[in-house]
C-alpha cells in the first residue's frame, strides 16, 4: 500500500496524547478557516484613495479556530484544585500555548495520526520481515 494524503472531513476524531491526558481533535480546511475569519473582519472605511481599510480580529481567529479544533478531552487538571475540567471554550483558551501550539500543528497534518499509526505499524512489519 502506497502513502497518501487524507483529505479533511468535519466528523474527524484524532487523539493527542500529552503525558497522561488525551485531548480530541479534529483538522481544518481553508474553506472552514475563511468562515472563522470572515466572522472577525470587517471594513472599517476607506482611506483617501478609495480604497477598503480592513479590521481583523486575529485574536478572536486564533481562539475561535482553537475552539472548532478541539472536539472534547480526558484528564485535563486545574493545577490548584487537581479537578478535571469539563472541555469548555473558556478552559480551551486556558491551554498553556505549548499545548496550544501541538495542537495547531497536528491539526494542519496532511493524514490523521490513526492514518499515520497505521502506516508505521506497516513500515515497521515490513522492516521485520526482512
Not at 488525551?22 to 481553508?30: G, H, K, L, N, P
Not at 483617501?48 to 475561535?64: M, Q, V
Not at 478531552?73 to 478552559?91: A, N
Request: proline letters at 3%; hydrophobic letters at 25%; charged letters at 40%.
Amino acid at each position: 500500500m502506497g502513502r497518501f494524503i487524507e483529505i479533511v472531513t468535519e466528523d474527524e476524531r484524532n487523539e493527542l496524547k500529552i503525558d497522561d491526558s488525551v485531548i480530541y481533535y479534529r483538522r481544518f480546511d481553508a474553506e472552514k478557516y475563511r468562515e472563522i475569519e470572515r466572522r472577525h473582519t470587517r471594513q472599517k472605511g476607506r482611506d483617501r484613495t478609495g480604497a477598503p481599510i480592513i479590521d481583523t480580529d486575529n485574536a478572536r481567529i486564533n481562539d475561535d479556530v482553537l475552539d472548532y479544533l478541539i472536539i472534547d478531552w480526558k484528564d485535563v487538571i486545574h493545577p490548584t484544585t487537581q479537578e478535571k475540567l469539563p472541555c469548555t471554550r473558556e478552559w480551551k483558551l486556558r491551554l498553556p500555548t505549548s499545548v496550544r501550539t501541538q495542537i495547531l500543528q497536528v491539526s494542519d497534518a496532511e493524514k490523521t495520526m490513526k492514518g499515520s499509526e497505521d502506516e508505521q505499524k506497516k513500515t515497521s512489519e515490513n522492516t521485520s520481515d526482512s
